[in-house]
């Protein structure tokens, strides 16, 4: 089955009650049993609804994956997987992450004895020299949240699977539609679903997908006991909004190449980070592990101070200056002061994350009204 043919069909069969094409909302925290355990594989909502279930089973098919889990953010997402960790534990991560990720790491489970490396991940092989006896996962992005970078999932998967450690992947800046980290070796991926997944910036919502059964158990009990689980509205928003994830993406990814291309060459522009450059750092990989190079581009504004910056990212009139991405409409960011203030000065100025930096997310609007706002607003 072709990717659009799952993001309409898959994990999803007509109500057995009424015929109906689109799976109900399963309002209901709990349900009727015949006998106790007699329970058609649904006992209380915490832990599973047939929305839900359907959802998951459509995360998991665009993924090429055996299992979804459904969180109510990108954040229950991470947790869940941090909690497979103990105490000595070691992960190594990349030095360009979302502020959200990074804050979690570092003032949540790092208070619980886990130990985090923030290291540079454009060459895979750096892992190596990290990885110790306590190393236990190895968790990247790609493309990085704002810069950009580009890991070589395929290269750091292999060093995983020598050294038994899992690998997470998140995959949110992709999406299922460019890139499957599980068809190139890792063992978990996660998604913000709130971002392109959703697609409509009226859901909050995270996933993670795997195959290993054992994992997949380990997951599913801190999912259920820890309660971090989405309602049924949030998760009927999600399997109308993946009806449409492909043909979203591909204008996501048309816009971006032109509104990058033109931005390229913008005399009030410093750098451009967007993957599809063949100058950009690691593109052929990028050109290898995924099938566009989406909508997400960030740029430096060419000696700008932070009043200007400032005065800029609110004079748009197409973009809104806003936080999230990956919805049909154009958003710009300053990750400084919004995604990302919760990262040091000094770790932000190491990866790029500068005061003059502003993030764009490229929405699917007329291409023509997106450029035409990009110029008024660096005039």
């Known amino acids: 089955m072709k990717f659009g043919t799952k993001a309409i069909h898959a994990g999803q069969e007509p109500d057995p009650s009424t015929g109906a094409i689109m ?3 399963y309002q209901t925290s709990t349900y009727w049993q015949k006998s106790p355990g007699d329970n058609k594989g649904f006992e209380y909502s915490r832990g599973t609804n047939p929305t839900r279930k359907a ?8 993924e090429n994956a055996k299992h979804g889990l459904a969180f109510s953010s990108g954040m229950g997402a991470t947790d869940a997987v941090m909690k497979l960790l103990s105490p000595g534990d070691e992960v190594i991560t990349g030095d360009d992450l979302y502020g959200g990720t990074y804050r979690m790491f570092t003032k949540i489970f790092a208070n619980y004895g886990i130990k985090f490396h923030f290291i540079n991940m454009n060459d895979a092989q750096n892992v190596k020299q990290y990885i110790n006896q306590n190393t236990k996962m190895i968790w990247i992005e790609t493309p990085t949240n704002p810069t950009m970078q580009i890991v070589d999932i395929e290269a750091v998967s292999a060093i995983s699977k020598v050294n038994n450690i899992l690998l997470t992947v998140d995959n949110t800046f992709a ?4 890139q499957n980290p599980i068809d190139l070796g890792a063992d978990i991926v996660m998604h913000s679903v ?13 996933a993670l997908m795997l195959n290993d059964d054992d994992l997949y158990k380990r997951l599913w009990f801190i999912y259920n006991a820890c309660g971090a689980t989405p309602g049924p509205m949030d998760s009927f928003l999600v399997l109308r909004g993946l009806k449409t994830l492909h043909l979203r993406m591909k204008a ?3 816009n971006g190449r032109q509104i990058a291309e033109y931005l390229k060459t913008h005399p009030k522009v410093d750098k451009i980070y967007w ?17 566009d190079f989406g909508g997400m581009i960030s740029i430096t504004l060419k000696g700008a101070d932070l009043k200007e910056t400032f005065r800029i990212a609110s004079s748009f009139k197409v973009f809104s200056l806003a936080e999230s991405l990956g919805g049909v409409e154009s ?4 990750p400084v002061t919004m995604t990302h203030g919760s990262i040091p000065k000094s770790e932000r100025d190491k990866v790029g994350v500068t005061d003059n930096l502003l993030r764009l997310s490229v929405g699917v609007e007329d291409i023509e009204d997106l450029l035409d706002d990009l110029k008024q607003a660096l005039s």
């Open 252 to 254: 996501h990814c048309e």
């Open 23 to 25: 799976t109900p909302i």
């Open 331 to 334: 958003l710009i960011n300053h």
């Open 194 to 206: 709130t971002k392109y997944l959703g697609g409509h910036s009226d859901v909050v919502m995270g």
């Open 175 to 178: 999406s299922p539609y460019l």
């Open 275 to 291: 993957p599809g450059f063949t100058d950009h750092p690691n593109h052929n990989i990028a050109k290898k592990q995924m099938r």
């Open 55 to 62: 959802l998951e089973s459509c995360l998991a098919a665009l």
